[in-house]
T-cell receptor, first 113, second 111 residues
Framework: DTEVTQTPKHLVMGMTNKKSLKCEQH?????MYWYKQKAKKPPELMFV???????INESVPSRFSPECPNSSLLNLHLHALQPEDSALYLC????????????FGSGTRLTVV | GQQVMQIPQYQHVQEGEDFTTYCNSS?????IQWYKQRPGGHPVFLIQ?????EVKKQKRLTFQFGEAKKNSSLHITATQTTDVGTYFC???????????FGKGTKLTVNP
């Protein structure tokens, strides 16, 4: 299995809702990432997990809460989001030394209304 | 912090013409990676360059890493409509796990 699977593919949520994005990989990668991508912009790093521990938080607002339950799963919990948080949220994984590049999932397109 | 600049931002070519995108870092990179993102898709890893002066080829794509390991280029020979998309270079920031992406070059190919 050489894929990163993200669910859901599309999500519309209100500003008072709580939702979660899920990401799964079975490539044995021990580094996993959350990126945010706005239209016509490059991916921007949000969080890095290495060996299931949070190693980088790019000063992301607390309304985004990551979780890594095990080496194959990565979640992003969303609460009280703002319309400007609407974007494509990409999960990626790689070997810890990242020498073979990142494998990205197809993303969750999030719309906050 | 480290910045990765990429030019041009957009490139329109006729099918069969060549295409080149350039990437320049403000600091020396341990490696540089290239990704392609099709319209409506997600970034797909193309290649990683590690050595100074390295040149790698994948069919019609040629990737180069500069001698100073601060710049890189991707050249596509005889573009095809299947080459359309945005090409991103990316480099690790300060040897960390943080991969910094250039702004990308959006390629359109007229048949």
């Amino acid at each position: 299995d050489t894929e990163v699977t993200q669910t859901p593919k599309h999500l519309v949520m209100g500003m008072t809702n709580k939702k979660s994005l899920k990401c799964e990989q079975h490539m044995g990668h021990r580094a996993m990432y959350w990126y945010k991508q706005k239209a016509k912009k490059p991916p921007e790093l949000m969080f890095v997990y290495s060996y299931e521990k949070l190693s980088i938080n790019e000063s992301v607002p607390s309304r985004f809460s990551p979780e890594c339950p095990n080496s194959s799963l990565l979640n992003l919990h969303l609460h009280a989001l703002q319309p400007e948080d609407s974007a494509l949220y990409l999960c990626a994984s790689s070997p810890v030394d990242s020498r073979s590049g990142y494998t990205f999932g197809s993303g969750t397109r999030l719309t906050v209304v | 912090g480290q910045q990765v600049m990429q030019i041009p931002q957009y490139q329109h070519v006729q099918e069969g013409e060549d295409f080149t995108t350039y990437c320049n870092s403000s600091t020396t990179l341990s490696n540089i990676q290239w990704y392609k993102q099709r319209p409506g898709g997600h970034p797909v890893f193309l290649i990683q360059l590690v050595k100074s002066g390295e040149v790698k080829k994948q069919k019609r794509l040629t990737f180069q890493f500069g001698e100073a390991k601060k710049n890189s280029s991707l050249h596509i020979t005889a573009t095809q409509t299947t080459d359309v998309g945005t090409y991103f270079c990316a480099g690790p920031q300060g040897g960390s796990e943080k991969l910094v992406f250039g702004k990308g070059t959006k390629l359109t190919v007229n048949p």
